[in-house]
């Protein structure tokens, strides 16, 4: 059985690049990075991180701006409309679940 984020993200990114192909119609750029992190027994981990074990201490904080974000985490290019890509980045995360 396909668990159930493997079918609500790459969905979601889908009408993103659906979203994002209208808006550049009218003239506007965009680039899209992702990340992919999970939360269990109050320890953020990474799951788009370069190596299998990582020791990195995750954390929420608030930036200058007041926005959240959770610290030392890759970000990843992302096209939305390129299934292939969305796929290997779905891999990539659960890889290290």
Avoid: C
Avoid at 1 to 27: C, F, M, S, T, W
Avoid at 35 to 55: A, G, K, Q
């Amino acid at each position: 059985q396909i668990p159930a984020y493997h079918i609500l993200i790459p969905r979601a990114i889908e009408q993103v690049g659906q979203y994002k192909n209208e808006l550049e119609r009218d003239g506007w750029e965009y680039d899209m990075q992702v990340s992919f992190v999970e939360i269990y027994n109050e320890t953020i981990r990474d799951l788009l991180r370069d190596e299998e074990f990582d020791d990195s201490k995750h954390e929420v904080k608030i930036g200058p701006d007041g926005r959240r974000y959770v610290s030392d985490i890759n970000m990843v290019p992302l096209e939305p409309t390129d299934s292939e890509a969305v796929e290997a980045v779905m891999l990539q995360a659960a890889k290290y679940r």
